[in-house]
């Protein structure tokens, strides 16, 4: 497969045993990143294929976030090799299944997951249940030595339409969390980033991120690895000027134009990315 057409920007020690109980069992600790990372595999859903982020020459017709990663990550290591298997619309038990084993055999050294967005819009759903399959899930990432980033869910109280799912949202990080401490997982703490609350930063939809909103998630994922890039330049000068103020009527126009349908779609069960197939289901070079 040819390179990716993506535009480049510029542990603790464990605690002794106590004499006479039995030692702790051993917890797995992500290798810490180094910035030459040579096979980066992302997974998840729409927020990690870059729906929001319109571009022609890239597969399924969006880059994202994760292509500018993997692009920084390719500056610092021209052989980097990237793979992105997320698709619009995926739930946590079809990321699970669809995803994690084939991200596995890819052998990578870093893997971004996001995930169990999808599920919190659901009208029931287990979350106590759904967050023990995600931590299983993510220890099988781990245990192939990779790195592990995985993400917080965004604040959903900006949206009218999910205010009332914010509360579940705040549970959803708390597991995770309690996971990332328990695994030594890196976090990429969505909910904790305030300028996201900016309406530049997200689509005419309100509910992907803006080409801007990709490249400000992007700069936050390489800020954890501590790799330098350039990326935030562009959207620290938008940023320094106030943000826009939501009219009524462009309120009104957004949920005729996205809400409604948005709700249809959801009571009638359509799956967003049916018949969509992952952007790069094989490590791709990348520059």
Do not use: C
Request: hydrophobic share 45%; no cysteine.
């Amino acid at each position: 497969m040819g390179k990716i057409g993506v535009v480049a920007m510029t542990g603790s020690p464990a605690p002794p045993a106590v004499l006479g109980s039995p030692a702790p069992p051993a917890v797995f600790r992500s290798p810490a990143p180094t910035g030459a990372f040579t096979r980066y595999v992302a997974l998840g859903d729409s927020f990690t294929e870059g729906v929001g982020d319109p571009h022609p020459t890239s597969p399924n017709g969006v880059r994202g976030w994760a292509d500018h990663v993997a692009v920084a990550l390719a500056q610092n290591n021209p052989e980097l090799r990237y793979a992105n298997l997320a698709v619009r619309g995926r739930r946590m038990d079809e990321i699970l299944a669809d995803q994690v084993q084939t991200a596995v055999m890819l052998e990578p050294d870093l893997v971004t997951v996001y995930a169990g967005m999808n599920d919190l819009l659901l009208v029931r759903n287990d979350i106590d249940a759904m967050m023990t399959r995600y931590a299983d899930a993510l220890k099988t990432l781990q245990q192939t030595g990779a790195h592990v980033l995985a993400f917080t869910a965004g604040d959903l109280g900006t949206v009218p339409l999910f205010r009332r799912l914010r509360g579940r949202a705040a549970v959803y990080n708390e597991l995770l969390r309690s996971i990332a401490d328990d695994l030594g997982l890196q976090l990429v703490d969505f909910w904790r980033f305030n300028e996201f609350r900016d309406p530049r930063l997200w689509a005419g939809d309100r509910i992907h991120l803006s080409p801007l909103g990709h490249e400000r998630m992007a700069a936050k994922v390489l800020d954890t690895l501590t790799v330098s890039h350039q990326l935030t330049t562009r959207s620290a000068a938008l940023l320094a000027l106030s943000p826009p103020v939501r009219s009524f009527w462009a309120n009104l126009r957004w949920a005729t134009a996205f809400a409604a349908p948005w709700v249809a779609k959801r009571v009638r069960r359509v799956t967003p990315g049916a018949g969509i197939a992952p952007k790069y289901s094989t490590l791709t070079k990348v520059i």
